[in-house]
């Protein structure tokens, strides 16, 4: 596999021969950078061509959670379209961490741009969301109730041979955590109703894009989207996916480039989906996002694990089995991408 980046800036890593000719940098952190201000610009062209042009709609509706990937996609939207074109909703639930909405109020003010407040607890009260999750938790943690705290996470993905587990982390009333293996219709259904929060937030989307006849911008970064880290038909979809592209990293750098704020920054990635505190690489990703950039790019472009593993600061056996996890969230997840398939498509008269 083979990809095409924006020209990356490895001047400090650059070395001479003993006759005087430039040498190839050695892969290193440096072969992600790029430059933010061409980069914005050239992201920039692409948003108002897609959303003036091709999708003929006036503006763009974003969720803003607080997080770096939807901030910058924020500032992108209103450099692309300017703040009056630019809908940002913020839409906390009963497990969300209140700094989010903080943040979230912090980013729409420093861009200018409309943030109504949508509190989607009640809707996922009245679907069942938190009473589906937790009559699932109590099929292996029957006392679970009100007071208590929840959240999936993985296994050590480079200690872990063979598949990713994932467990069941609850916390009492009284701090006491317990680490659960769960069986598959447990997993099954607990992640089923947590993706109810991803979903009702994109519905929300809509409603204000359909009523503004805007068009609703999606904030994957290159990890989430290459990885399946979203919900289908939740935070999975949208009009338009500006950042897609762009590996964590980069989203870092467009960041300190668009003035995004140092709060906002300096926040560690967390999914804020579940009632106790959970970072991305906890959740879902076998390292933190600066690893898992360089081993991902490795990949993508045919490195030897020896030279990402000498990057990344992990073994060449370590690295081959993060690649390894990689594959198996791409064909696990393949079908997240799947548009909705038809008849004609598949099968001949």
């Known amino acids: 596999m083979s990809e095409t980046l924006p020209e990356p800036d490895t001047s400090a890593a650059r070395g001479q021969h003993s006759d005087g000719q430039m040498k190839e940098p050695a892969f290193s952190a440096l072969s992600l950078c790029i430059d933010a201000e061409r980069e914005t610009d050239r992201i920039s062209r692409a948003i108002r061509e897609q959303v003036l042009k091709r999708l003929r709609r006036r503006g763009v509706v974003l969720g803003l959670s607080g997080g770096i990937d939807s901030s910058v996609t924020a500032a992108l939207c209103v450099k692309a379209l300017g703040a009056k074109k630019i809908v940002a909703?913020?839409?906390?639930?009963?497990?969300?961490?209140?700094?989010?909405?903080?943040l979230g109020r912090l980013m729409a003010g420093a861009l200018g741009i409309e943030c109504p407040l949508e509190d989607i607890e009640p809707v996922l009260t009245a679907a069942g969301c938190y009473q589906r999750r937790d009559d699932f938790i109590r099929r292996i943690v029957p006392e679970f109730g009100p007071g208590w705290g929840c959240?999936?996470?993985?296994a050590d993905a480079l200690e872990n041979k063979g598949y990713n587990i994932s467990y069941l982390?609850?916390?009492?009333?009284?701090?006491?955590?317990?680490k659960l293996r769960m069986p598959l219709d447990v997993y099954l259904g607990v992640v089923a109703a947590a993706n109810m929060k991803q979903r009702t937030r994109k519905q929300l989307e809509y409603y204000h894009a359909d009523r503004l006849n805007f068009a609703v911008a999606g904030t994957p970064n290159r990890l989430?989207?290459?990885?399946?880290f979203f919900v289908k038909n939740g935070d999975g979809a949208a009009d338009l996916k500006p950042i897609?592209?762009?590996?964590?990293?980069?989203?870092y750098?467009?960041?300190?480039?668009?003035?995004?704020?140092?709060?906002?920054?300096s926040r560690?990635?967390?999914?804020d989906t579940w009632s106790l505190p959970q970072t991305q690489d906890e959740f879902y990703f076998s390292l933190p996002y600066g690893q898992m950039d360089l081993c991902l790019y490795g990949l993508n472009n045919d490195l030897p694990a020896e030279a990402v593993a000498r990057a990344a600061e992990l073994t060449a056996d370590q690295v081959r089995?993060?690649?390894?996890?990689?594959e198996s969230k791409r064909k696990a997840t393949r079908y997240l991408h799947e548009p909705p398939l038809l008849v004609s498509e598949t099968f001949n008269a």
Not at 244 to 251: E, I, R
């Open 89 to 102: 909703l913020l839409m906390p639930e009963k497990d969300s961490d209140m700094e989010s909405l903080h």
């Open 151 to 154: 959240k999936v996470v993985l």
């Open 169 to 178: 982390v609850v916390e009492s009333p009284d701090g006491e955590r317990r």
């Open 224 to 228: 989430e989207h290459d990885q399946g």
């Open 244 to 251: 897609a592209h762009l590996y964590k990293s980069q989203v």
């Open 253 to 265: 750098q467009l960041a300190e480039y668009l003035g995004v704020p140092e709060e906002i920054r």
């Open 268 to 271: 560690p990635p967390t999914t």
């Open 321 to 326: 089995r993060v690649w390894s996890d990689i």
